[in-house]
């Protein structure tokens, strides 16, 4: 390598970590963002997550890019974080929690400071944050704990009258039968997923079936190969054996046919004087 090119490569090493390097930054940033407490008219966390969304588009189209599983992991915080704001941006707490119940944190920490990855704690903040707010809309609290200031219209100073008290009812019937719906659609959902799979199941069970016969064909095939290849060398080899058992008795009975022609020879020719 020429040091043109050493110095080339190493500007694109350094680049490549350069990017990487604010990458891990601004996740950090994003990240203890994502764990404070939010104005609904905040827009900087949005803006950051889109951010990190192109950086890490650019660093996977980088030729020295990490290993596939930090890219993977920095994807999933992304992702997760993406998700995170879309789930606030629901209008009812029960749509948040379910959504933030489909969210996959990251598994490994950002930074060498973190025992427990940042991401997975902001999980479950907004999950603990969620199910208050659930809880508060069936008992029609605020935050503080404290009645609602309709139901505290409906309750009076003297408690609750028997109509106050059954539109109440109504009220929590109206929101545990929103909910039922809602369970009743992801438990669809959830069987339509399992039918797809058990299809997907059956279709590879299938192909591997297949296979195996295949495989079980041309195992057979190659071993009745290999008994007829047996057979034709041991075929090869008798015949091989009888073609020099003839050619040595061929030679024993010309050796002895010449032995006795020259005693023949001797016996008749005179002998000279």
């Known amino acids: 390598m020429s040091p043109a090119e050493g110095a080339g490569y190493r500007r694109v090493v350094m680049a490549a970590s350069r990017l990487e390097l604010n990458l891990v930054r601004l996740l950090c940033r994003c990240e203890a963002m994502a764990a404070e407490k939010r104005d609904p008219d905040e827009w900087r966390l949005d803006k950051y997550v889109g ?45 948040k929690a379910l959504a ?30 969620y199910t208050g707010e659930m809880r508060s809309e ?45 369970q009743e659609k992801l438990a669809e959902e959830m069987l339509d997923l399992a039918r797809s799979l058990k299809t997907n199941t059956l279709a590879a069970q299938s192909v591997i079936k297949k296979d195996n016969q295949t495989l079980s064909h041309s195992l057979k095939m190659a071993d009745q190969n290999l008994e007829k290849l047996k057979t034709e060398s041991e075929r090869l080899e008798q015949h091989t054996q ?21 005693i023949l020879f001797i016996r008749i020719m005179p002998k000279l004087k």
Not at 54 to 61: D, H, S
Not at 68 to 85: A, H, P, Q, T
Not at 106 to 113: F, I, K, M, Q, S
């Open 100 to 129: 933030n119940q489909f969210l996959a944190p990251g598994r490994v920490p950002t930074t060498a400071r973190e025992r427990v990855p940042a991401t997975k704690t902001v999980h479950l903040q907004s999950r603990a944050r």
């Open 51 to 95: 951010a990190l969304e192109n950086m890490l588009q650019a660093l996977k189209a980088q030729a020295s890019k990490p290993a596939s599983e930090v890219i993977n992991e920095y994807s999933r915080k992304v992702d997760f974080l993406k998700g995170m704001l879309q789930a606030e941006k629901l209008t009812s707490s029960s749509e």
């Open 242 to 262: 009888k073609s020099v058992n003839w050619l040595l008795w061929a030679m024993l009975i010309i050796v002895c046919f010449i032995f006795i022609s020259m």
């Open 138 to 182: 069936l008992l029609g609290t605020d935050s503080a704990g404290e009645p609602q200031p309709d139901v505290r219209k409906r309750i009076g100073v003297a408690g609750p009258r028997p109509g106050d008290e059954k539109q109440s009812a109504a009220e929590l019937d109206l929101v545990l039968q929103q909910h039922q719906n809602l």
